[in-house]
């Protein structure tokens, strides 16, 4: 079965700098999607970035990027240029590919601090 | 496009009362989830459903129940609450497309006491 491992409860980050959150998982699948949502205080799930693991390059959008390593099985999440409205909690999540099904991590808060 | 939308969005129930929590999406997907979210936790899915008259249980589906009549609306039925039911219920759906992503509705917040 796979999980999904974030194992960085809480972090915090000053404006305007760079923080990377962890996401480990494992699986014994060769072909499969990887996710960051993000939940703010509102408690909408907002897709962030998506990575399919078939592609080397890593996903990026605008300041949010990847780092995939996939023999390491590690899919951490960079926020450049960091601001207020960043702070949530943020989900890393897997799915097999040809299914339907998610799995997430327990999630990661973040805190920008002014 | 109103995307995926639920109701209610709080409700307090006493212990051994039944509900439904309604979810309805307007994006014609296939794919329907219902999830619950434990405080500081991450989201665990309960049951989904791949199209209208097909469902099937997820990690935690003891205690609910759901029902898939149309492709739009995928209700998720609370008997005899408990206070372990306490939790925040998120709604998602998404489309067959395996690079589609999930889209998730605002959610509901339901004590049990």
């Known amino acids: 079965a796979q999980t999904v491992t974030q194992s960085q409860p809480e972090m915090s980050v000053q404006e305007a700098e760079t923080v990377t959150l962890s996401c480990t998982y494992d699986?014994?699948?060769?072909?499969?999607?990887l996710f960051w949502y993000k939940q703010p205080p509102s408690r909408q799930m907002i897709l962030v970035i998506r990575q399919e693991a078939y592609k080397q390059q890593n996903a990026t959008e605008n300041r949010f990027s990847v780092n995939f390593q996939k023999a390491a099985k590690s899919f951490s999440l960079k926020i450049s240029d960091s601001q207020l409205g960043d702070t949530a909690m943020y989900f890393c999540a897997f799915m097999k590919s040809g299914t339907y099904k998610y799995i997430f991590g327990t999630g990661t808060r973040l805190k920008v601090l002014a | 496009n109103a995307g995926v939308t639920q109701t209610p969005k709080f409700r307090i129930l006493k212990i051994g009362q039944s509900m439904t929590l309604q979810c309805a999406q307007d994006?014609?997907?296939?794919?329907m989830y219902w999830y619950r979210q434990d405080p500081g936790m991450g989201l665990k899915l309960i049951y989904y459903?791949?199209?209208?008259?097909?469902?099937d249980k997820g990690e935690v589906p003891n205690g609910y129940n759901v029902s898939r009549s149309t492709t739009e609306d995928f209700p998720l039925r609370l008997e005899l609450a408990a206070p372990s039911q306490t939790s925040v219920y998120f709604c998602a759906s998404k489309a067959p497309i395996s690079t589609d992503t999930q889209y998730f509705g605002p959610g509901t917040r339901l004590t049990v006491l």
């Open positions: 699986t014994s699948e060769n072909n499969y999607y």
């Open positions: 994006m014609n997907h296939n794919y």
């Open positions: 459903s791949v199209g209208a008259g097909i469902t």
